[in-house]
C-alpha cells in the first residue's frame, strides 16, 4: 500500500513512459506537492482562509505550507468560482502573484452537478466576475487563463461535449469531466479549460492566437 503522494509519481512516470509529451496533475494540496515527473501541477484555493475552510474545510494553512516547502517552479492555483467565493477573485490572484513559489492562478466556474445547484452563478455573476479577472489581467497579475473565451464561458455557447478530452476510471471511460452523464449539465459546463480547447480546435483564430500569447509565458 502506498500514500496518495505515491499514486500520483506512479502515474505521472506511467504518463510520460506510454508517451504523454506534457502531464498536469490536480490536487487539493493537503499532502506533500511533490509529484516527481508531473509538469504542471494545480492546486486548489478558493478564496482568503476564511472563505476557503468554510468551502473545503479547515485546510488554507496547511496548503501554504506545503506550497512554500516545494521550491518547484510548475505550481499553479486553481481556483472554482462560485455563489459562496465570487468576492475572492482578487484574494487569490494576489496569493499567485505574491508566493514565489506559484505561476499563475487559473479559475473555474462551479459545474452544477447532482445537489450543488445553488452554487452556481447567474450569467450577470459570471459576467463581472469575467470582468473582474480581465482588469487583473491588463494589471499583468499572473492569470492562466484566456479571456478571448469568457463571453462564451459567461453564456455556456462553447461546443460541448467536449470530445477532445476524455476520463478514465475504474475501466469506465466519460467524456470529458462525466458531465456527459447527467442530462443538460454540458449546457452548464463552467471548465474554463473545456471551453478554451473546444474553441481552440474548432479553429477559432481569436482564441488560437490567445492561448500562445498567454502559454508561452507560463509554460
Same mark, same amino acid.
Given at each position: 500500500?502506498?500514500? $496518495?503522494?505515491?499514486?500520483?509519481?506512479?502515474?505521472?512516470?506511467?504518463?510520460?513512459?506510454?508517451?504523454?509529451?506534457?502531464?498536469?496533475?490536480?490536487?487539493?494540496?493537503?499532502?506533500? /506537492?511533490?509529484?516527481?515527473?508531473?509538469?504542471? !501541477?494545480?492546486?486548489? +484555493?478558493?478564496?482568503?482562509?476564511?472563505?476557503?475552510? %468554510?468551502?473545503?474545510?479547515?485546510?488554507? $494553512?496547511? !496548503?501554504?505550507?506545503? /506550497?512554500?516547502?516545494?521550491?518547484?517552479?510548475? =505550481?499553479?492555483?486553481?481556483?472554482?468560482?462560485?455563489? /459562496?467565493?465570487?468576492?475572492?477573485?482578487?484574494?487569490?490572484?494576489?496569493?499567485?502573484?505574491?508566493?514565489?513559489?506559484?505561476?499563475?492562478? %487559473?479559475?473555474?466556474?462551479?459545474?452544477?452537478? *447532482?445537489?450543488?445547484?445553488?452554487?452556481s452563478l447567474s450569467v450577470s455573476e459570471k459576467e463581472e466576475c469575467c470582468k473582474e479577472i480581465e482588469n487583473l489581467i491588463k494589471k499583468?497579475?499572473?492569470?492562466?487563463?484566456?479571456?478571448? *473565451?469568457?463571453?462564451?464561458?459567461?453564456?455556456?455557447?462553447?461546443?460541448?461535449?467536449?470530445? $477532445?478530452?476524455? *476520463? +478514465?476510471?475504474?475501466g469506465k471511460v466519460w467524456t470529458c469531466g462525466r458531465c456527459i452523464d447527467v442530462p443538460g449539465l454540458c449546457d452548464k459546463c463552467g471548465?474554463?479549460?473545456?471551453?478554451?480547447?473546444?474553441?481552440?480546435? $474548432?479553429?477559432? +483564430? =481569436?482564441?488560437?492566437?490567445?492561448?500562445?500569447?498567454?502559454?508561452?509565458?507560463?509554460?
Open positions: 500500500m502506498g500514500d $496518495q503522494r505515491t499514486y500520483h509519481k506512479r502515474d505521472c512516470c506511467t504518463s510520460k513512459k506510454i508517451g504523454f509529451v506534457y502531464v498536469a496533475l490536480a490536487t487539493n494540496g493537503t499532502i506533500d /506537492i511533490d509529484y516527481g515527473k508531473a509538469d504542471f !501541477i494545480l492546486i486548489s +484555493v478558493d478564496g482568503s482562509p476564511e472563505i476557503h475552510d %468554510s468551502i473545503r474545510g479547515t485546510s488554507y $494553512q496547511k !496548503i501554504i505550507e506545503n /506550497i512554500r516547502k516545494n521550491p518547484s517552479d510548475n =505550481k499553479f492555483i486553481f481556483m472554482e468560482i462560485n455563489r /459562496i467565493n465570487k468576492n475572492e477573485i482578487s484574494s487569490v490572484c494576489e496569493l499567485a502573484r505574491d508566493e514565489t513559489n506559484i505561476k499563475a492562478v %487559473s479559475f473555474n466556474f462551479h459545474t452544477p452537478y *447532482v445537489g450543488t445547484e445553488a452554487l499583468k497579475v499572473p492569470v492562466f487563463n484566456l479571456k478571448s *473565451v469568457f463571453p462564451y464561458l459567461v453564456h455556456n455557447s462553447f461546443p460541448t461535449p467536449c470530445h $477532445q478530452c476524455v *476520463v +478514465v476510471e475504474n471548465y474554463f479549460f473545456a471551453a478554451e480547447y473546444a474553441l481552440l480546435f $474548432q479553429g477559432n +483564430v =481569436k482564441v488560437i492566437f490567445d492561448m500562445l500569447n498567454t502559454y508561452l509565458k507560463y509554460i
